[in-house]
């Protein structure tokens, strides 16, 4: 990447993008931003009302310190060396040093994480990817220790859910297969409490992002995150039914699921033998392996249209996340099972060359990009703003028909590429958005979530501000609640005024579910500092009763 630009993948953009975005708002004082407000050409989008906030916040931190085009190349980097941290976590408690080494290799640097730097670019996936060996570890590890076990496990899974939430739907069913796994095992359901309070004080955790996300849906088009080509039913492994570049890009991403579903399936076999040794963590990483494998066929089909909101995770591939975990604690584990070490090693050095062939090929076939960043930078700096997110357009928005869309394959006939002003107005007789004739405007401020002017109006007319209508808005006239519609076709926010000089104040409120979300989650995190300080008074307790004896 230093030298060849960025892999810019199917979502490299759109990271990219909110990076910049949440970077300018924090520069206007916004600490944790709700509205995107240079999405949408400048209209704007509630994309971090339902984005989860642990890789925009990375990635403008980042950018805050870097160049842009340094940033994803280092977020990458850091997200790789904690994956590799994270998967040594895992397999040091059951395994040797040098096997818990070769596991940590192997996942951090697997070949569904090369597709994902170098195909998709999806950093959010990417990052939580990374805590999936310390989900099994302290899940596995409230099996045994019970209560103790609960704080690290809520802390994790509260984690996924905040660097992306397709992968916090497959942490939730992981978890909950490891909780039916557990009370096999033992033969109980206490073991399996402890699981359970961690995923329920987790979704505590992560209430100040989870409740709004799923509250405000009503609210915008959520629905297409998962329809035509981006659903389930498309994008099995060898899928044929799609978009031919989704095809393509399936069956590249095919090959990979069946190459590492192959080598688990034999290293589960090399070894069997130690099953009993390591028990839980053996049996639970092979159901783990098999439902995650099986879920990438069509076979699975009914259990993607009924179990609740598996169809989110719009990838069955994704399910990657969870084979590659088992794939290298396997594989680490089969390679040692012998005392032949120096076959071992050489079985990895083989390993290892294939994954680097596979990741050299990789990068030749990836769309190499060094225009990005500068690009948008200036598309925000002149005030044109990017391309917004289907899902995230609000109720009535065609983002195709917004003033400002560059592309001219969407766009109505008539429609202007030119960014609109921030206040225009709607031509009476024929509804249509022009510049200013009848009033005067003087902006007092224009940010992400305030907008405030002063309009002297003649006549009666009705003022198209560059916004898209959202219930979050909170539009007041000369200090009292107004009355606004909407542009068909693209939801704007209009705003009939009469003869006179008013002061406008827009701003984005506070709803109820936002301020519910934020007092679960401060609730939880006291629950969670309580039975912090409850272990710990037990463990002193202990102490110092092992030293009087």
Known sequence: MPFRGDASGHDFLFHLASWMDVAGQWREGIFYPRWAEWANWGFGEPRFVFYPPASWISGAALGSMLPWRMVPATLIWLTLIAAGMAMWKLARTWLAGPQAAVAAVLYAVNPY?????????????????????????AALRAVQNGWRGVPALAVVFAAIWLTNAPAGVIATYSLALIIVAACILRGSIRSALACAAGMILGFGL??????????????????????????PSQNFLFAHANDPD???????????????????????????????????????????????????FPLTAVLWRSLPKLQFVQFPWRWLDVLDLAFAFFVATALFVRQRRGASWLVFAILVA??????????????????????????????????????????????????????????????????????????????????????????????????????????????APRLLGYPAWRVRVDGKAAHVDSQPMTAQVLLPLPP????????????????????VSAIAF????????????????????????
């Open 113 to 137: 994480h090369l597709v994902i730097v170098y195909y998709r670019s999806d950093f959010a996936e990417l990052m939580a990817a990374a805590l999936f060996p310390l989900l099994v570890w």
């Open 246 to 296: 989704f095809v393509a890009f399936n069956w590249k991403v095919s090959a990979v699921a069946i190459g590492l579903m192959c080598i688990t399936a034999v290293a589960v076999a090399l070894s069997a033998r130690r099953r009993r040794e390591l028990r839980e963590v053996w049996w639970i990483l092979v159901g783990l392996a098999a439902a995650s494998a099986l879920l990438m």
């Open 354 to 463: 294939g994954i680097g062939a596979s990741g050299v090929a990789m990068a030749r076939n990836a769309w190499w990009d060094t225009h990005g960043a500068p690009v948008l930078t200036d598309a925000i700096r002149s005030m044109q703003g990017y391309e917004g997110t289907d899902e995230y357009m609000p109720n009535g928005c065609d983002r195709s028909e917004l003033p400002g869309n560059p592309d001219p394959t969407t766009r109505a006939d008539g429609a202007s590429a030119t960014p609109a002003a921030p206040v225009e107005q709607v031509d009476s007789d024929s509804g249509a958005i022009v510049p200013l004739a009848d009033a005067r405007v003087d902006i007092e401020s224009w940010s992400a979530e305030r907008k405030a002017f002063a309009a002297r109006v003649s006549a009666p007319v009705t003022l």
């Open 206 to 231: 992560a209430a100040f992002y989870i409740l709004p996300a799923a509250w405000e849906q009503r609210w915008v088009q959520i629905g297409l995150i998962a329809s035509d080509e981006l659903h």
């Open 526 to 549: 006291l629950a969670l500092l309580a039975w912090e300080g409850v272990l710990w008074r037990r463990k002193t307790g202990s102490v110092m009763s092992a030293g009087d004896a």
């Open 500 to 519: 006179g000089t008013h002061r406008v104040e827009i701003d984005f409120r506070r709803t109820w579910d936002r301020r519910a979300g934020g007092v």
